[in-house]
């Protein structure tokens, strides 16, 4: 699924098969594609994808990876592509770029093809020197405005996390927690931050269907998943890489939309290669469990 300029005027695509099942009510999940352009390199990045894709239809339900003009897997694997946000999306619909669209752009566009549910990795949020910088990554603003449920493992390891978490409760937005009663905190399943429990994606949706249909709320939610327990990784590591990868791009002048990438490749770095399995696994879990929840919401159940 992917923005053109010439496909009318809302510029939005959706694939054939994807717009089949929306029309027929099926379940049908997001996927973003910075994941691909900006994540991880080629091949590995297309062969990600195609694992996240694999796992939606494993469970039952329809894949629908989002980008910006192009919106072909390995087109935009192989790049070069931008990363696009919400706010940009006009303008690279303009320029006609290839692009991998964010958490933010996924939900916008997402929530205009009427698809309900998104898997994702991690979401952004405040980041750790929120006070000198006033960094707040615009998925939050998004998941108040755009009517989707966002699966993922919490938000990156690298922000802050008690400000990410209070700011979403300032916005509004619903936080549910899958068989946990604390937010976790990506590479590792707690965080000390506590969030409501949910024991199966049957309940999941009904608190969904009760937001948006019966109390006619029009943002979205945040369901939160655990990563693997085989894949986490011990919480002091990553806190050590984190203020060693904030240090690095305090010396090299890394700010703003650059900060994030920097910081995930020095994860990367200085982890051995582990936090990129870790966040693979945890991209597949998520998707697996997104597929879970929209069949429960498509079924009525």
Not at 46 to 71: C, F, I, K, S
Not at 148 to 176: F, H, N, W, Y
Not at 220 to 243: D, F, K, S, T
Request: proline share 6%; charged share 20%; net charge neutral.
């Amino acid at each position: 699924m992917s923005p053109a300029a010439q496909a009318g005027p809302r510029a939005l695509r959706v694939g054939a098969e994807q717009a089949a099942a929306l029309a027929a009510g099926q379940p049908v999940v997001a996927l973003e594609s910075t994941v691909i352009t900006h994540g991880l390199p080629f091949p590995q990045n297309l062969e990600a994808a195609r694992r996240l894709e694999a796992a939606v239809r494993a469970e039952g339900a329809l894949p629908a990876t989002v980008g910006v003009v192009a919106g072909e897997l390995e087109r935009l694997a192989r790049g070069p592509a931008e990363k696009v946000q919400a706010r940009m999306l006009a303008l690279a619909v303009a320029r006609r770029i290839d692009g991998g669209t964010t958490v933010s752009a996924t939900m916008r566009l997402a929530a205009h093809a009427g698809i309900r549910i998104f898997a994702t990795g991690g979401i952004g949020g405040v980041h750790r020197e929120v006070l000198e910088s006033f960094d707040i990554s615009e998925d939050l603003e998004e998941l108040r405005r755009s009517p989707v449920a966002v699966v993922s493992a919490g938000a990156k390891a690298i922000l802050d996390l008690p400000r990410t978490l209070e700011r979403l409760e300032t916005l509004g937005v619903p936080v549910l927690g899958h068989r946990c009663h604390e937010l976790p905190a990506f590479y590792t399943r707690r965080s000390g931050l506590p969030v409501p429990r949910l024991e199966d994606p049957a309940a999941i949706a009904v608190v969904l269907r009760a937001h948006w249909e019966a109390l006619e709320e029009r943002g979205g939610v945040l369901v939160v998943n655990p990563p693997p327990e085989q894949y986490e990784l011990p919480a002091e590591e990553v806190e050590r890489w984190v203020a060693l990868a904030l240090a690095a791009a305090r010396e090299r002048g890394v700010r703003g939309g650059a900060l994030t990438p920097f910081l995930l490749g020095q994860l990367e770095r200085l982890s051995g290669g582990a936090s990129v399995r870790s966040n693979v696994a945890l991209l597949e879990s998520n998707a697996r469990l997104a597929a879970r929840i929209a069949i429960a919401l498509a079924a009525n159940v």
